[in-house]
């Protein structure tokens, strides 16, 4: 890349081809003022407060869209800049309200602080107010556009980061603003009320509605957000120990300064009044409140009395894919040097094995295997059984950045129709559980055709000869009438996934939550590596987690058969490490995993229980059979933050503290480990649940050697090995990617450029086996169940925040319009739905974006619980539950109208 040096304000300094004076200006820490600039749009000279003086023209020059030329003289603040910045922002002040004191904005207005800076005061044009009524009608955004300055931030957000096309710029001249299309309210049209507009915006034009909050803010803490896998950065800003403000972090790798709507909205679960605030113990139906002496003695003295009683394998402990790393490596500490058993398990596991065991069968990598910066690298991307524009925003943002800016194109595997079809090259529509069938009949084509990397699999792949004989199984027409999607289509699908220089997958619960997920993960995997996308830049795997830390609770060792890092039980040698290092023998037998537990809670043999953050009665299948399980056992201690489901049968219920009020760092869904920061002491007498458990473990009898969540990283250092080059600051100064790990490291379990950890890979021949639950006249309909965007999960924290609510209050199915006629039903029928499991009551939205038979329901409303719907049959490899799709019927129970 060629240096460039120019002199800046009479220095000479040095950048690159490429760079815009305010780019060179800024590293070399020369200020310059802008309005309409941020490092993650592009550049559009729009305000003019940037301009800089060119000595040898005499031009002034808008800093933020001027390359350097060599041999430059640039003048930052020269009297005609600094008179021309003036008269800029005069004629910006000239038709903007003058409300500084009631503006919600207040001191955080860039406007205001560059009219003080330059010391103005009493303006010399005369006033000509825009005048725009206030939209206020969402409980998001209020839209005031007497205040913008048409610095098209928000528009370049919309347009640049998050990919929406919601609002641009209509009318001209002085009528010029941005407006959704024909100006409708933002609530009808394409805006999914992520806030990045309302972060980027630089006066009051744009504010968050209907905050708890208000005031000026005393301190702003950078920590993670506590929703889905992606690990987006989050700043919040705090007064009188109350968050009062959510935004993007500049400086995260992963989010690009855009948020979706939970995470610049849906922090205020922190402060619901529902708060457990101090311990209590059951008396009888009813709790009483208790001191943490007594709850915590009491919790130790039974699970000791049950331990010398029973045995140790009558325990069990239920981790969290929403605590931290560190609370995740010492639950799984105390589980099996302290009470004594490997029954430890978190509730990720129900849609994380397949990928764990599919992945780690045939890659050797028990995840994702690009870091997902390389995702808009992809010549080809796929998107199969997920939607990440809901589920994981962050990847919806990055695909559709691709698609859009870079060229690449997606091809979309999904019955449904979702935010991302309008930008799919090719949709295919399968049958509901048949991704394994035509993933496998993708790979006959590039086979058949002779497309595959014939280097790739020569040198880094095992196992081929058998794949290519499975692979007969899978001929066109016989998938065809498997799948629903044609022949042509398949091969259309498999030419342009194989002429792909780079081509990436990126799947979800969509195909890991059924009997046959191992399937279709190992037809994912060999996809990739006949096409050599493993270990290159723009291909691999993105295995999205539902939960912010899933991740990170199974490489922490939250799992019945392996130590942490993956070590196995059987592995002599890490047993050894670890019975050294915590100073006793440990169990060798695997434990049972959550839903085996339940089963043996049922069966009276597991007598006590620890949850930690988890709700199976809401989160798990069957919930009948949770309650009867955890009713069984003599003792049930749960921590969590609220009054849940499971904790309303516990016998104590500890408080504990939320992201917000604790340290400690989380895994995403890429590998990337990163740090919380602390921005408010924890609610009431609440407590990270690393102290709850130091606590239990030093009463009964075997204390832990930790002061801090540091010193149990350290820890995890030493005994993990790809968390061994963790470098453990503060958040300010660094996060660390564990897929940027060198070749030569046993750190490396992303992105393999040399030989795989079991030295090849291994194709995998694939058996594809129908759903038990068929479809027929007593179950006409595939349930599919999943995410929506304003919820999250169960709807434990989401329906705990007061916006997201207030946007999204009930529960709802959705039916094909075609499907609905056929029926006799309509829109807003009260509607019974049964299964052979279960039924439920909800109420009917007709929809467009189904396929037909097929019917969608959220997984986030307790009133409609999904769950219900759902057995506990467990697949024999992965040991999880179909709980993704089953069939159904419908039977209405109130008509609209």
Not at 8 to 22: A, F, R
Not at 64 to 79: A, D, L, Y
Not at 253 to 261: E, F, K, Q, T
Request: overall charge negative; charged content about 25%.
């Amino acid at each position: 890349m060629e240096t460039i040096t120019i002199t800046l304000d009479g220095i000479e300094v040095s950048g690159y081809s490429g760079m815009t004076i305010l780019d060179l200006a800024r590293e070399s820490d020369v200020d310059i003022p802008t309005l309409c600039y941020d490092p993650c749009l592009i550049s559009t000279g729009a305000c003019r407060v940037c301009l800089v003086e060119d000595e040898s023209s005499g031009a002034l020059l808008a800093s933020c869209v001027t390359p350097i030329r060599s041999g430059m003289v640039i003048k930052t603040r020269s009297e005609r800049v600094i008179e021309r910045r003036k008269v800029i922002v005069q004629l910006l002040l000239a038709s903007h309200p003058d409300s500084c004191l009631v503006c919600d904005k207040g001191n955080r207005c860039q406007l205001r602080k560059l009219a003080s800076e330059m010391g103005i005061g009493l303006l010399e044009f005369q006033r000509i107010p825009q005048l725009h009524t206030i939209e206020e009608v969402n409980p998001y955004i209020e839209r005031d556009l007497s205040k913008c300055i048409l610095c098209a931030k928000c528009i370049r957000a919309d347009h640049e980061l998050v990919v929406e096309g919601a609002i641009d710029y209509i009318g001209r001249g002085f009528s010029t603003k941005p407006a959704t299309f024909y100006d409708l309210p933002l609530e009808k049209s394409e805006c999914t009320f992520c806030g990045t507009c309302v972060a980027l915006c630089p006066t009051g034009a744009l504010i968050e509605k209907e905050r708890i909050y208000h005031g000026t803010t005393t301190s702003a803490v950078e920590t993670v957000c506590p929703f889905c896998g992606c690990g987006c950065g989050l700043r919040l800003e705090v007064k009188d120990n109350r968050l009062v403000r959510a935004s993007p972090s500049a400086r995260s790798p992963v989010n690009h300064n855009a948020l979706c709507v939970r995470g610049s909205y849906g922090y205020d679960f922190v402060h619901s009044p529902d708060r457990l605030t101090g311990p209590l113990i059951r008396t009888g139906d009813d709790f009483q409140a208790a001191s943490w002496e007594q709850a915590l003695s009491l919790t130790s003295d039974e699970f000791r009395r049950i331990k010398e009683k029973h045995g140790p394998d009558s325990l069990a402990v239920l981790g969290s894919s929403k605590c931290t790393n560190e609370e995740n490596y010492l639950l799984q500490r105390f589980a099996r040097a302290v009470l004594g058993t490997n029954n430890i398990d978190n509730g990720s596991r129900i849609y994380s094995s397949p990928g764990r065991i599919g992945l780690g069968w045939t890659i050797g990598i028990p995840g994702t295997t690009n870091e997902l910066d390389d995702l808009e690298k992809s010549e080809v991307i796929m998107v199969v059984g997920a939607n990440p524009a809901v589920s994981a925003p962050a990847v919806g943002y990055a695909i559709k950045r691709a698609v859009k800016y870079k060229g690449a194109r997606l091809l979309l595997v999904d019955p449904r129709e979702t935010k991302l079809t309008p930008f799919a090259h090719l949709w295919l529509r399968p049958t509901v559980g048949t991704d394994a069938a035509l993933l496998s009949a993708m790979s006959r084509v590039i086979v058949e055709e002779r497309l595959f990397d014939e280097e790739f699999i020569t040198r880094r792949a095992d196992n081929f000869t058998e794949f290519e004989k499975s692979l007969k199984s899978y001929a066109q027409k016989h998938v065809e009438e498997i799948t629903g999607v044609s022949a042509e289509d398949t091969q259309l699908a498999a030419h342009l996934f194989a002429a792909a220089e780079s081509a990436s997958i990126v799947y979800g619960n969509g195909i890991a939550q059924y009997a046959n997920a191992i399937s279709s993960v190992m037809a994912l995997a060999n996809l990739s590596m006949l096409t050599g996308n493993i270990g290159r830049r723009g291909g691999g795997i993105y295995a999205l987690q539902r939960e912010n830390n899933a991740q990170g609770a199974c490489d922490m060792g939250n799992l019945p058969d392996f130590l942490p890092g993956y070590q196995g039980l059987d592995d002599a040698e890490a047993k050894q490490k670890f019975e050294a290092r915590w100073r006793t023998s440990l169990p060798a037998s695997a434990g049972l995993n959550a839903l085996e537990m339940m089963e043996q809670a049922k069966d009276g043999k597991i007598k006590g229980m620890l949850i930690v953050g988890e709700n199976p009665v809401s989160s798990f299948p069957c919930p009948s059979l949770v309650r009867e399980a955890l009713s069984s056992l003599e003792f049930l201690a749960v921590s969590d933050l609220f009054p849940t489901e499971t904790v309303k049968l516990a016998s104590v219920v500890l408080p504990a503290a939320s992201f917000a009020e604790k340290e400690g760092t989380f895994t995403n869904f890429e590998g990337r480990v990163q740090q919380l920061g602390k921005a408010i002491e924890p609610v009431g007498d609440s407590l990270p649940d690393w102290k709850i458990v130091l606590q239990l473990a030093d009463r009964m009898g075997h204390p832990m050697p930790y002061a801090s969540p540091q010193e149990v990283m350290d820890e995890i250092k030493e005994l993990v090995p790809f968390y061994r080059h963790l470098g453990y600051t503060n958040l300010d100064d660094q996060d660390t990617d564990l897929t940027d790990l060198e070749d030569d490291r046993l750190g490396v379990k992303r992105l393999h450029k040399g030989p795989f950890p079991s030295g090849f890979g291994r194709f995998a021949p694939v058996d594809y086996t129908p759903s038990p639950d068929g479809l027929g006249d007593e179950y006409p309909f595939a349930l599919m169940v999943g995410s929506v965007l304003h919820h999250f999960g169960c709807g434990t924290r989401s329906l705990r925040a007061s916006r997201l609510r207030k946007f999204s209050p009930h529960a709802w199915l959705e039916i094909g319009e075609a499907d609905a006629k056929q029926f006799g039903f309509r829109d807003g029928d009260r509607v019974k739905v049964v299964s052979p499991n279960g039924q439920i009551n909800t109420t009917l939205r007709l929809t467009e974006t189904l396929p037909s038979k097929t019917l969608f329901l959220p997984i986030s409303f307790p009133e409609s619980p999904f769950n219900e719907l759902f057995g506990v049959t467990l697949d024999s490899q992965a040991k999880i539950p179909s709980f993704k799709s089953c069939a159904v019927r419908l039977e209405r129970i109130g008509r609209n109208g």
